[in-house]
C-alpha cells in the first residue's frame, strides 16, 4: 500500500468546498481582487511592496515614510539587514508611484531571468538526449 501525498488531501479537501460552499456555513465573501490598492493623498506613509525571489536575503523591499520635512522619503532595501538606499525627498502621490514603478520593473527582470534559465535548462535537456545512445 503507497502512503498518499497529502497535497492529494489538501486539495480534494478545497476541491469539496468549491463543489458545495453551501454546506460549510458562513457568509459567502467575493472572490479577492489582487490589484494593489494605492493609498489615498497623505496616506502613503507606510506603503510597502516587495520584489519577487526564492530567498528574503536577496528580495527587495520599497517602502515609503514620511520625514519631518513634509516630505516623502522611499527606502529600498535587499534582505532584511541592508542599509537603505534612499530616495527623495518627493511628494505622497511620486513616492507611491516610485515604489510601484520599482516593483513592476524587478517583477518584469526577475520574469525574464526565470524564463531564461528554464530555456537554457531545456535546452541542455535536449543536448543531453541527443547525445544518449
Known amino acids: 500500500m503507497t502512503q498518499s501525498d497529502p497535497t492529494d488531501n489538501a486539495l480534494a479537501a478545497i476541491a469539496s468546498i468549491l463543489d458545495h460552499p453551501e454546506s460549510h456555513g458562513g457568509p459567502e465573501m467575493p472572490p479577492a481582487d ?11 506613509e507606510g506603503y510597502s511592496r516587495v520584489g519577487p525571489g526564492p530567498m528574503a536575503a ?24 541592508t542599509a537603505p538606499l534612499v530616495t527623495g525627498p518627493m511628494s505622497a502621490d511620486a513616492a507611491v508611484k516610485f515604489v510601484d514603478e520599482r516593483e513592476s520593473e524587478a517583477r518584469r527582470r526577475f520574469e525574464a531571468l526565470r524564463n531564461e534559465m528554464a530555456g537554457r535548462s531545456a535546452a541542455a535537456n535536449l543536448v543531453r538526449k541527443d547525445g544518449e545512445v
Open 58 to 81: 536577496i528580495r527587495f523591499k520599497w517602502t515609503v515614510r514620511r520625514a519631518e520635512d513634509g516630505y516623502y522619503y522611499v527606502d529600498e532595501t535587499i534582505g532584511e539587514t
Open 34 to 44: 489582487d490589484t494593489p490598492i494605492a493609498p489615498e493623498r497623505g496616506s502613503a
